[in-house]
């Protein structure tokens, strides 16, 4: 099984959700994060007065799937969250050692079937 965080724009959320859909995937988590790369922040004027904005928003968004749809569902969230300028985002990829259902107590891959 893999885990696939995904950093993005938060205006892109709404398209990478429907893109996902579309090839069946139901089941994500999404957290607003802060942080920087290439961008290096940005400024802003608030009543006169510019300051640096060092950490820009982004949403994580995280998956739990199978081996087989990795790939798919990589390239999936790449084409929806892709504007071409910079600080369009990353996705990290790794390995699950298992998934617990909480209240089935199932594990592995019947924790996420439904999902998939």
Known sequence: M?????????????????????????GMSVTESRGYGRQKGQSETYRGEEYDIAFLTKLKIEIATTNELCDKIVETIMKAARTGQIGDGK??????????????????????????
Do not use: C, H, M, W
């Not at 893999?2 to 139901?26: C, G, H, M, W």
């Not at 990290?92 to 107590?105: A, E, F, Q």
């Open 91 to 116: 996705i990290l990829v790794s390995d699950l050692d298992n998934v617990y259902r909480i209240r089935t107590g199932e594990n592995g891959i019947d924790a996420v079937a439904e999902f998939l």
């Open 2 to 26: 893999k885990k696939i965080t995904a950093f993005i724009k938060p205006f892109k959320l709404y398209d990478v959700r429907k893109a996902l859909e579309s090839i069946n995937v139901q």
